[in-house]
T-cell receptor
Framework: GAGVSQSPSNKVTEKGKDVELRCDPI?????LYWYRQSLGQGLEFLIY????????KSGLPSDRFSAERTGGSVSTLTIQRTQQEDSAVYLC??????????????FGPGTRLTVT | QKEVEQNSGPLSVPEGAIASLNCTYS??????FFWYRQYSGKSPELIMS????GDKEDGRFTAQLNKASQYVSLLIRDSQPSDSATYLC????????FGAGTRLTVKP
């Protein structure tokens, strides 16, 4: 079946512009996660959605970052007033079972964001 | 102390050898443990999960968990050049924490 999809695959933007990154999870997966991975670094947790519950935003690095998940499916991560340090690969993952981190997560291909 | 620690590598092994990747974690009540493989420029791919002490085998891969010592390892038997990648250890309790990864190179 179809895996997690993300769009765009690459995004180049100028410093100060806003960007929107999209994630479409595996059908039927109730949990959705956003991570950020800088070059050569590990994964940095950003935000977690579980069903209709309030999202866990504890990993968002600043108030320029926000995310929403509509209808319990597609999610959009928005970065306002982008900065060069926001340049990274943004990864989305989904999981079939409840629990913030207890179960297997399946990753999308990522969006490579470059802020010039 | 990092919550999940891995040797960054690179770890280099000859083709056909056993590659041993190690991971230690600090949260004693961690419940679930995962190994992900990440090829350069690609996203992480789940290859093993382990929840209880002992060994779990899947093909050429064996995950080993020792909760008392707070470590989890991944053995790759008969290593192939196609196994060359970064291997990420992930440990969960209420949330999933990833190690920075170990880069493995399998030389033909």
């Amino acid at each position: 079946g179809a895996g997690v999809s993300q769009s765009p695959s690459n995004k180049v933007t100028e410093k100060g512009k806003d960007v929107e990154l999209r994630c479409d999870p595996i059908s039927g997966h109730t949990a959705l996660y956003w991570y950020r991975q800088s070059l050569g670094q590990g994964l940095e947790f950003l935000i977690y959605f579980q069903g209709n519950s309030a999202p866990d935003k504890s990993g968002l690095p600043s108030d320029r970052f926000s995310a929403e998940r509509t209808g319990g499916s597609v999610s959009t991560l928005t970065i306002q007033r982008t900065q060069q340090e926001d340049s990274a690969v943004y990864l989305c993952a989904s999981s079939a079972r409840q629990g913030k981190g207890a179960y297997e997560q399946y990753f999308g291909p990522g969006t490579r964001l470059t802020v010039t | 102390q990092k919550e999940v620690e891995q040797n960054s590598g690179p770890l280099s092994v000859p083709e056909g050898a056993i590659a041993s990747l190690n991971c230690t974690y600090s949260d004693r009540v961690s419940q679930s443990f995962f190994w992900y493989r990440q090829y350069s420029g690609k996203s992480p791919e789940l290859i093993m999960s382990i929840y209880s002490n002992g060994d779990k085998e899947d093909g050429r891969f064996t995950a080993q968990l020792n909760k008392a010592s707070q470590y989890v390892s991944l053995l790759i038997r008969d290593s192939q050049p196609s196994d060359s990648a970064t291997y990420l250890c992930a440990v969960t309790n209420n949330d999933m924490r990833f190690g920075a990864g170990t880069r493995l190179t399998v030389k033909p």
